[in-house]
T-cell receptor, first 113, second 114 residues
Framework: ETGVTQTPRHLVMGMTNKKSLKCEQH?????MYWYKQSAKKPLELMFV???????ENNSVPSRFSPECPNSSHLFLHLHTLQPEDSALYLC????????????FGPGTRLTVT | SQQGEEDPQALSIQEGENATMNCSYK?????LQWYRQNSGRGLVHLIL?????REKHSGRLRVTLDTSKKSSSLLITASRAADTASYFC??????????????FGTGTRLQVTL
């Protein structure tokens, strides 16, 4: 248990559905991250939030829409996804700054049909 | 190619043996971190080594960093079946702002058999 929770743990959705992934951290961190992990590929950073402000969008398609209402919660809103978006989506948090490690949630396994 | 590439991609050893994984990277870094991931789960931070450090220990883990060669190694001594997992290095580049933005490699899959 790392102090970062993600729901749901598994999600199957059609290409026309709209769904949201939720991440919550109980560590008092002020930076939160979304990553995508696909088979045989390195972990891809998608978004970074510092003190609720988005500071990084790593050229992510607009069908992924993040939301950070406060420093403890992070959402990833999904709509009109493609089958290639199927992956493990990982949330992480850390203290802001150069020298801090990240704490990861267990991930949401997303399958787009 | 990716910043942070692990070598080998897969490693199979017997319990009690040592496991060594290597990581190479391309840009100047602030620090390098190693993470572990059990199948289909989140990553767990193992150890962080700063660019001005050359070696660091944590329990059965030993990490080295050679900034002149842009490489790092992770040694797990006296391995156990429970060490079976994927291991990733991640680099924190210089001048990438205040967030702890990390770049991950593709990982080494370690299998420890009884």
């Amino acid at each position: 248990e790392t102090g970062v929770t993600q729901t749901p743990r598994h999600l199957v959705m059609g290409m026309t559905n709209k769904k949201s992934l939720k991440c919550e951290q109980h560590l008092g961190h002020n930076a939160m991250y979304w990553y995508k992990q696909s088979a045989k590929k390195p972990l891809e950073l998608m978004f970074v939030y510092n003190f609720k402000e988005q500071t990084e969008n790593n050229s992510v398609p607009s069908r992924f829409s993040p939301e950070c209402p406060n420093s403890s919660h992070l959402f990833l809103h999904l709509h009109t996804l493609q089958p290639e978006d199927s992956a493990l989506y990982l949330c992480a948090s850390s203290q802001p700054g150069q020298q801090y490690e990240q704490y990861f949630g267990p991930g949401t396994r997303l399958t787009v049909t | 190619s990716q910043q942070g590439e692990e070598d080998p991609q897969a490693l199979s050893i017997q319990e009690g043996e040592n496991a060594t994984m290597n990581c190479s990277y391309k840009t100047s870094i602030n620090n390098l971190q190693w993470y572990r991931q059990n199948s289909g789960r989140g990553l767990v931070h193992l150890i962080l080594i700063r660019s001005n450090e050359r070696e660091k220990h944590s329990g059965r883990l030993r990490v080295t960093l050679d900034t002149s060669k842009k490489s790092s190694s992770l040694l797990i001594t006296a391995s156990r079946a429970a060490d079976t997992a994927s291991y990733f290095c991640a680099t924190k580049s210089l001048n990438t702002g205040t967030a702890s933005k990390l770049t991950f490699g593709t990982g080494t899959r370690l299998q420890v058999t009884l």
